[in-house]
């Protein structure tokens, strides 16, 4: 079995021979790609955000500083950091900072209850939080001491200040549980020899999207998703000339690497961060920034579509727009087709691992009906009947997967895998779909 963070189910042996040998898993963490990708495409830009722009260079630098500026606050390799970012600079920062410390970030969307943000530090056993400063819907500060004084594991707290507001807590402050405070931007400290690290290990956590009550915490690794981004990269013929809106939390993994951010920075591309999907930002910045390539969820497609007569915008530099997370419409998607004037992309991902796309060649026909084919030829789709067998294309059934970049299990989850996972090691992803003759899904909407 190949090491994993404890808590975790691993690849069996075979398995893991077998995505080596095929080339899909290559041995590289995604942070040590980043210091690759800052060799390769070091002037170019890598981050674009209400102004500011980030070189590759200059991304890599912060990363490499943040990172000597956790480990010289106390965070060690292994340990489990929140992070409960918007789509800001800091949050890609903080991200490849706190994997190259060693650490490993567990994403949290923005907002979160506090109850579930306690669960969240509570299985994971986390040990730091990165979040705003200030929120509408929460107090940072209040939230964060009471779950420190709750139990034994988080300690350490770093704050992103809003802009033009200096940070409460100076340089660092200790409450009366002994949990530092400390603002995101005095983080810093001269870099450090590079840790060694295997890829195999989880690079971080994703939340599972079906999941009420405590939170069922998908780990993924740094070989799998690397293999996830490159891979969707190539399918969706991502270049250093494309720029990326990520609209999208960055935190969900339809932002972060179907191909996304991820996936932008891996070929040289530039990222837009935009604070949320609202229309009138996002199609401005469409125009402004000449983007390229969006990821949407259909209600925000609908969104942007509508407000299109108010918005003057000039969207002619967009060639694709990725459309996800819940099966739309089809008059949703054949209304942004002849409105953007774009090729669309029907996308079916889950923080399992599971990613299915159309391709860019495909008939318009297929593009409207289908949630597209499996990313990768390793993939393995089911589709089975109440006794789990198989049943014929075309007939209706659960959706099963196996893959190099499909988990084995959730983190210290052992109730919960027994529900969600074969024991063949097929991911149950509770849908429903059919596959069509020519080995396109089509997912029941919910």
Not at 191 to 199: F, G, M, N, R, V
Not at 338 to 362: I, K, S
Not at 397 to 416: C, F, I, K, S
């Amino acid at each position: 079995m190949a090491s994993m963070l404890k808590g975790c189910t691993p690849w069996p042996e075979e398995f893991v021979d077998r995505y080596w040998s095929a080339g899909h898993w290559r041995g590289n963490t995604l942070d040590n790609l980043m210091r690759g990708w800052a060799l390769q495409y070091g002037p170019r830009t890598a981050l674009v955000h209400d102004g500011t722009r980030l070189t590759y260079a200059h991304l890599n630098r912060r990363v490499d500083r943040m990172a000597a500026g956790f480990r010289l606050r106390g965070l060690r390799p292994g340990q489990r950091v929140v992070v409960q970012l918007p789509n800001v600079p800091e949050f890609v920062i903080t991200v490849f900072a706190l994997m190259r410390a060693g650490t490993v970030p567990v994403f949290c969307p923005v907002p979160y209850p506090a109850s579930r943000l306690a669960d969240l530090v509570r299985i994971t056993q986390a040990v730091g939080y990165v979040g705003p400063a200030a929120h509408p819907d929460f107090d940072t500060a209040a939230t964060t001491a009471d779950i420190a004084a709750q139990g034994p594991f988080l300690r350490r707290v770093f704050t992103l200040d809003a802009p033009g507001t200096s940070s409460p807590y100076g340089g660092l402050t200790t409450d009366p549980s002994g949990c530092q405070y400390s603002s995101l931007g005095s983080i810093d400290a001269p870099p450090e020899p590079a840790l060694a690290q295997s890829a195999d290990q989880v690079a971080f956590f994703l939340l599972s999207g079906g999941t009420a009550g405590p939170s069922a915490l998908v780990p993924r690794t740094h070989d799998d998703y690397a293999h996830q981004v490159r891979a969707a990269a190539e399918l969706v013929s991502l270049t250093e000339d494309d720029v990326y809106l990520a609209a999208l939390p960055a935190e969900s993994n339809f932002a972060f690497g179907c191909p996304g951010i991820v996936g932008t920075l891996s070929v040289g591309g530039t990222v837009v961060l935009s604070d949320s999907p609202d229309p009138a930002a996002c199609l401005t910045a469409i125009g402004r920034e000449r983007v390229t390539v969006t990821s949407v969820v259909p209600a925000v497609a609908r969104h942007w579509l509508d407000a299109l007569p108010s918005v003057r915008a000039d969207l002619s530099s967009l060639r694709l727009v990725q459309i996800g997370g819940a099966p739309p419409h089809r008059e949703t998607v054949e209304r942004a087709g002849a409105a953007w004037d774009c090729r669309l992309q029907q996308v079916l991902d889950m923080p399992e691992g599971l990613l299915t796309l159309t391709r860019l060649t495909d008939p318009a026909e297929t593009v409207l009906t289908t949630q597209g084919r499996p990313l990768s030829p390793a993939d393995e789709i089911r589709i089975v009947d109440a006794d789990g067998k198989d049943v014929p294309d075309g007939e209706p059934g659960e959706l099963l997967a196996r893959g190099p970049h499909t988990v084995r299990g959730y983190y210290r989850a052992p109730d919960h895998d027994a529900r969600s996972f074969t024991t063949d090691g097929h991911f149950r992803t509770g849908l429903l779909a059919r596959r069509t003759p020519d080995g396109n899904l089509v997912v029941a909407r919910a």
